[in-house]
């Protein structure tokens, strides 16, 4: 147990809906990571988050966003969804940038499939 | 960041040593190599980390080449358990691009036969 809880899940939505995935941090974690990984493109960064605020962005579609709440939980919002944004969607957390040494603690995933 | 080579798929033997790859002819002086692995359905979770010599952590070794060109994952006895794609990453102290995100290539699958 990594100490990342995501909800939900597993979750089936039909095209063209809006699904809010959530994240909570390890305790004292404040750096938040969401990943997607899909069959075909492996493990992509979408978006980083540190003590609320937005810190870097990776391959993040308009149609995403995020944010970090003040108790540094987290969540991505995917709307307008279509069938390719079915995948599992990973959020990872550090105690701060991380930066070369330190280490991510990942949560089991969101299994989003569009319909 | 610097990119990394893995082949993409090894096999091992139950009980055996496993020895995983990763060329990184690009590396610079700042650059820390980390390896993860991702288990079936789970997350990616971090194995081990090293910069110019050698490491030894719980679950593995990380053997690093003397120029920093290469490194070698080293699972001393491989289990079943240990059948998980191995990603091989480079992480920078340096530069305004560094903020602990962790960039994922393709990997390589390790495949471990009873």
């Known amino acids: 147990d990594s100490g990342v809880t995501q909800t939900p899940k597993h979750l089936i939505t039909a095209t063209g809906q809006r699904v809010t995935l959530r994240c909570s941090p390890r305790?004292?974690?404040?750096?938040v990571y969401w990943y997607q990984q899909s069959l075909d493109q492996g493990l992509q960064f979408l978006i980083q988050?540190?003590?609320?605020?937005?810190?870097a962005k990776g391959n993040i579609l308009e149609r995403f966003s995020a944010q970090q709440f003040p108790d540094l939980h987290s969540e991505l919002n995917l709307s307008s969804l279509e069938l390719g944004d079915s995948a599992l969607y990973f959020c990872a957390s550090s105690v701060g940038l991380a930066v070369a040494t330190g280490e991510l603690f990942f949560g089991e995933g969101s299994r989003l499939t569009v319909l | 960041d610097a990119k990394t080579t893995q082949p993409n798929s090894m096999e091992s033997n139950e009980e055996e040593p496993v020895h995983l790859p990763c060329n990184h002819s690009t590396i610079s002086g700042t650059d820390y190599i980390h390896w993860y692995r991702q288990l079936p359905s789970q997350g990616p979770e971090y194995v081990i980390h090293?910069?110019?010599s050698n490491v030894n952590n719980r679950m593995a070794s990380l053997a690093i080449a003397e120029d920093r060109k290469s490194s070698t994952l080293i699972l001393h006895r491989a289990t079943l358990r240990d059948a998980a794609v191995y990603y091989c990453?480079?992480?920078?102290?340096?530069?305004?691009?560094?903020?602990?995100?962790?960039?994922f290539g393709q990997g390589t699958t390790l495949q471990v036969k009873p």
């Open positions: 990453i480079l992480r920078s102290l340096d530069g305004s691009s560094n903020t602990g995100k962790l960039i």
């Open positions: 988050y540190y003590n609320g605020e937005e810190r």
């Open positions: 305790s004292g974690d404040l750096s």
């Open positions: 090293g910069l110019t």
